[in-house]
């Protein structure tokens, strides 16, 4: 069977921004090593509900939220999974695609944001096969088709307003209170820093050298290669920020530069990072380089991501769907206290069920 768990790396998993609550679903076609269907929940990019279609069951994944009514949960994600299969028939019809004919992915998002300033704003998309599809504007109450294929969907979609009014209520109102509320539950970690531990890391003397910082929190992190403390673009590759198993993220920063000329003079570069935790910026130059594990600078990158499968599988093939977009971006969050979910939260859910058939 293809495996889809491969492309791990290319995804961003780094996300910026206030406060975010966000949920992801994902119908996976052809001959791939991961459910048909799976689903996660995210309060600033932490997941804390997991659903696939091998189980049918809605799982608590936080210990917050562990009071939830699971079986409403349940109920409203074996409602999607039908709904989404569906749609992702229809899709393949569209484009004419058989259905043994490759590995197709269907991604669903939608969710809110409060920002810093306190305005907030509502998001829900399609995407198909790595590309934006479907983008719905609750302004206007319409769908906006990113291609010719999607028009035929968007218009299927644009027929149902009352759905469509649905959503705007759920985006706009109930997604809002129930994320002010999960943030209420998490008020007393929510200043939460821990400072990278940064290495200079090269597998061999033609091999880049890669500024590495792991074990930090909150994401949001700034890594620089420099030179005579200006920064450099060129030869430099900035990677993705990547989960840690323990909650914590990892970033590297990558300096192709000859070897010859950073022995040279070595400390004319350097690698700067600056993060919240860390009380002034870190520093480390390619003299502090690292070899004495020539494999510790590729297994060091992989290893904690794959600890967190297979829950992070649903979350990894929708940022994939997603990537190009980059406009769906949450904060990372910090520990919750344990909290409920009224009857009302539940119904709130079936609005957001009701718009996407």
């Not at 539950?185 to 990278?196: E, I, T």
Request: hydrophobic content about 35%.
């Amino acid at each position: 069977m293809r495996s889809i768990v491969i492309l791990l790396l290319s995804i961003p998993l780094a996300f910026a921004g206030p406060h975010c609550l966000k949920y992801l679903y994902t119908v996976a076609s052809g001959d791939v090593d991961i459910p048909e269907v799976t689903a996660v929940g995210l309060v600033d990019d932490q997941q804390f509900m997991y659903f696939d279609s091998d189980t049918m069951k809605a799982e608590p994944k936080i210990e917050w939220i562990k009071a939830d009514q699971w079986d409403r949960q349940t109920e409203i994600d074996r409602r999607h999974y039908h709904e989404y299969r569906n749609n992702m028939l229809l899709i393949k019809n569209v484009f004419n695609q058989s259905t043994s004919e490759g590995v197709h992915t269907l991604q669903v998002m939608y969710g809110c944001e409060i920002r810093d300033d306190g305005t907030t704003r509502g998001f829900y998309e399609f995407g198909y096969d790595g590309e934006d599809f479907i983008t719905f504007d609750k302004n206007a109450l319409n769908y906006i088709a990113a291609n010719r294929q999607a028009d035929i969907i968007k218009n299927k979609m644009d027929s149902n307003k009352p759905r469509a009014q649905l959503c705007k209520v759920y985006l706009e109102n109930t997604c809002i209170d129930r994320l002010k509320k999960y943030m209420s539950y998490s008020k007393d970690n929510l200043q939460r820093k821990v400072p990278p531990e940064v290495s200079i890391l090269q597998k061999d003397s033609s091999s880049p050298v890669t500024c590495h910082a792991t074990g930090f929190y909150t994401s949001n992190i700034n890594m620089t290669w420099q030179k005579n403390h200006e920064e450099l673009h060129e030869n430099v590759e900035v990677h993705e920020t990547l989960p840690n198993a323990d909650g914590t993220f990892q970033k590297r920063i990558s300096l192709s530069m000859k070897s010859e000329e950073l022995n040279r003079d070595p400390d004319v570069y350097r690698c700067v990072i600056q993060h919240v935790g860390a009380e002034k910026e870190i520093v480390k130059f390619p003299s502090n380089i690292t070899r004495s594990n020539e494999q510790h600078a590729s297994w060091i990158i992989t290893v904690p991501v794959l600890c967190v499968l297979p829950f992070a599988v649903a979350i990894i093939i929708g940022c994939i769907v997603m990537k190009k977009t980059g406009r769906f971006k949450c904060p990372k969050s910090t520990g919750y206290a344990q909290g409920s979910t009224t009857d009302e939260d539940s119904k709130s859910d079936e609005q957001m069920q009701n718009v996407s058939s």
